[in-house]
């Protein structure tokens, strides 16, 4: 169609401290405007006392982080396409050792972290990030930049879509470095936002440049009360 680029620009996620461009406090996390044709477009507080860590046997954890627990209740999941958004998003949810001193919950919190954030540029909707380990620090840096909150609103109304877009992560290391109540782990994240992104008049495919984008990050957990606070540093 004569003008999509015209008519539609490029979603481009920048990145300046952390994966993905929007991950980590003080990230620059800017996503370009989509004008539409139809729109205008730390916390390491040790807190209260530690708890001891669960016995676990030695795993091998490297590689891409597997996570596997989503509310499917909704219904049937149905991809995106250039003329209708995705229906039915899996919604992620926190396994039941999340709360766990274990490295296996440490895992699962960051499998959890990549699962929110792909449903975040699947639906616009924030809500299971806001519940994860990460401080509200790093949630509202999402949205620092001002275009940012606009095109998560965008999507969410269901004004423009992208294709099916996927978060993976990849740790570096068969387990963390642990220092007490301390974890941290090193990987490379990876964000494909799909082949294109689409209103209800046209769809703009992305370039390969444009698509994926992908960044060395180090998640930083730590146990206390109970449970894990997260953040991410470059």
Not at 6 to 31: D, K, Q
Not at 44 to 53: A, C, E, F, R, Y
Not at 72 to 80: C, L, R, W
Not at 84 to 96: M, T
């Amino acid at each position: 169609m004569k003008g999509k680029k015209n008519t539609m620009s490029s979603l481009i996620v920048t990145r300046r401290n952390a994966a993905l461009g929007v991950l980590g406090a003080g990230t620059a996390a800017a996503l370009a405007a989509c004008s539409s044709s139809n729109s205008n477009s730390n916390s390491n507080s040790s807190g209260g006392s530690s708890s001891s860590s669960k016995s676990e046997p030695a795993k091998d954890y490297k590689g891409e982080v597997k996570f596997d627990s989503f509310d499917t209740s909704a219904g049937e999941y149905v991809p995106a396409t250039r003329t209708e958004p995705a229906k039915n998003v899996p919604v992620p949810k926190l396994p039941e050792n999340a709360n766990e001193k274990s490295v296996e919950a440490f895992y699962a919190h960051i499998g959890y972290i990549a699962a929110s954030i792909q449903y975040l540029f699947a639906t616009g909707d924030d809500a299971p990030l806001r519940k994860s380990s990460f401080t509200e620090e790093e949630v509202n840096a999402f949205y620092k930049d001002p275009e940012t909150k606009k095109i998560f609103s965008q999507i969410k109304s269901g004004e423009i879509w992208l294709d099916n877009p996927k978060v993976t992560t990849e740790l570096k290391t068969s387990a963390p470095e642990i220092s007490g109540d301390r974890y941290k782990w090193s990987s490379q994240m990876s964000n494909d936002k799909g082949a294109f992104m689409a209103n209800a008049d046209t769809a703009v495919d992305f370039s390969a440049d444009e698509r994926t984008n992908t960044e060395s990050v180090s998640f930083v957990g730590t146990y206390s009360d109970n449970k894990w606070s997260m953040i991410s540093t470059h």
